[in-house]
């Protein structure tokens, strides 16, 4: 993993455009720009995420008031030029770590926001599928990716279930951008609503206006129809593990039987 400066850390919660604006920066030339939806499968991503939310969140039963190191950090961003979407869930920690990174805070009204955040995220991860995934598959093909995407939900949220992440919502999504406002210095911030287009963000990033369109990503779609092909692939894997599972063991167990009947018999 060849190690790079981290330049631009797009800290608007997923469902503000995050996708999008990480495509933007794609075509702005930015390398190894991160975003959730392109490293749902990274098991090492994932690991040092379950560690982050237990470092970061109180509300979890993990709370370890650990603080990770740089290098740590480095172990998902470290081959970054810009890091979007899941990375907002650790905003303050990672204004810290990377503090000469640019930072753009996408907003969107409130509303708007959270019932798109309802519609796909809250009810990609729970629904009868993901429980069959956190309960049944994970454990048996050693994947906890939906069981952390759940804690961290929980732990930004400061809630112990869906109810309370609805309740907790509004407080948590304004403080959210009150803290990165107070952390990082004018200079070095930019508060971007998506529909501005190029202008604002080659203006803060001191890069030229590309001569095509702004990039417009359907997030909801496709974390929809990436998020169901995930499950149903663990799902069918786990499935077929244990079959094969269950198939050698009882062929091991006829083995063994024809073996000892054919000693006994001489």
């Known amino acids: 993993m060849s190690q790079r400066e981290m330049k631009v850390l797009a800290l608007g919660l997923p469902r503000t455009g995050s996708a999008s604006l990480a495509e933007a920066l794609r075509i702005l030339g930015y390398k190894n720009v991160h975003h959730g939806l392109n490293n749902i499968d990274n098991k090492s991503d994932w690991r040092l995420f379950d560690r982050a939310a237990d470092a970061s969140f109180s509300v979890l039963p993990g709370y370890s008031e650990e603080v990770l190191k740089r290098q740590e950090w480095d172990q998902v961003f470290g081959s970054c030029e ?3 979407d899941t990375a907002s869930f650790f905003a303050p920690q990672l204004v810290q770590t990377y503090p000469r990174a ?28 993901a429980e069959i995934v956190v309960r049944y598959a994970g454990p048996v093909l050693g994947v906890k990716s939906t069981t952390v995407a759940r804690k961290l939900v929980l732990g930004f949220f400061e809630a112990r279930n869906v109810c309370e992440i609805r309740s907790n919502a ?6 959210h951008h009150r803290t990165i406002q107070s952390m990082v210095p004018a200079s070095q911030l ?30 909801m779609a496709e974390l929809k129809r990436r998020g ?33 009947r054919y000693w006994r018999m001489r």
């Open 190 to 219: 930019l508060i971007y609503r998506m529909g501005d287009g190029w202008e604002p963000i080659c203006s803060f990033l001191g890069k030229p206006v590309p001569e095509i369109e702004f990039p417009r990503i359907n997030e």
């Open 102 to 129: 640019k930072v753009i805070l996408t907003i969107r009204d409130f509303d708007p926001w959270f019932n798109s955040i309802d519609e796909t995220i809250i009810r990609l991860l729970w629904n009868p599928m």
């Open 170 to 175: 509004l407080r948590v999504y304004e403080r």
């Open 228 to 260: 169901t092909a995930v499950f149903i692939s663990r799902i069918l894997s786990a499935t077929g593990l244990v079959i094969a599972q269950t198939l050698g063991a009882m062929i091991l167990g006829l083995i063994a039987w024809k073996a000892g």
């Open 82 to 84: 810009a890091a979007t």
